[in-house]
């Protein structure tokens, strides 16, 4: 099945606040970042962009990633919120709609079992899904006007 006939009467979700997509799951424990990720967090944590990539990211395989604390995200709370969540990276703002994602036996099987949102609340539009697999295909998406 196609990623596109997969995802064309759209999939439920909705976010629970859980913070699990945000603890290491074997081969998902990577954040890559994007040019904009860098720029948003560090403003977000009034820091330099150079000082944020020195204190919270690493490379792997010549990719910059943020660094986590063993078990998960470095920005991750107590209480399972994100501290920049405001600012959060492509990869974060997009799950679980990555391509990787989109079949029916990674969806159901796998990121059901640690991502209680998955088939909860209304169906995210294909058109929306869409929008992130673009975003993410360009390594870019928009960015809110300030207020």
């Given at each position: ?10 999939l439920r979700?909705?976010?629970t606040?859980?913070?699990k997509?945000?603890?290491n799951?074997?081969d ?10 860098i ?15 020195k204190r919270?990211?690493r ?6 990633v943020?660094?986590d604390?063993g078990d ?9 919120l ?7 990276p492509?990869?974060?703002?997009t799950?679980?709609?990555?391509k990787e994602?989109?079949n029916?036996?990674t969806?159901?099987?796998?990121i ?14 294909q058109s929306?899904?869409?929008?992130f ?6 390594g ?8």
């Amino acid at each position: 099945m196609s990623v596109q006939d997969f995802i064309a009467t759209g999939l439920r979700f909705e976010c629970t606040a859980c913070g699990k997509c945000c603890v290491n799951h074997g081969d998902y424990a990577l954040v890559f970042l994007t040019g904009q990720d860098i720029a948003r967090a560090a403003e977000k944590l009034d820091l330099s962009s150079k000082e944020f990539l020195k204190r919270y990211t690493r490379r792997v395989h010549g990719e910059r990633v943020l660094q986590d604390r063993g078990d998960g995200c470095v920005f991750l709370d107590p209480d399972g919120l994100c501290r920049i969540y405001e600012a959060r990276p492509l990869q974060c703002r997009t799950f679980p709609f990555w391509k990787e994602n989109l079949n029916p036996h990674t969806w159901k099987k796998v990121i059901a079992r640690d991502c209680p949102g998955v088939g909860c609340g209304k169906p995210v539009s294909q058109s929306r899904i869409e929008m992130f697999l673009e975003w993410d295909r360009k390594g870019h998406y928009p960015v809110p006007e300030k207020t």
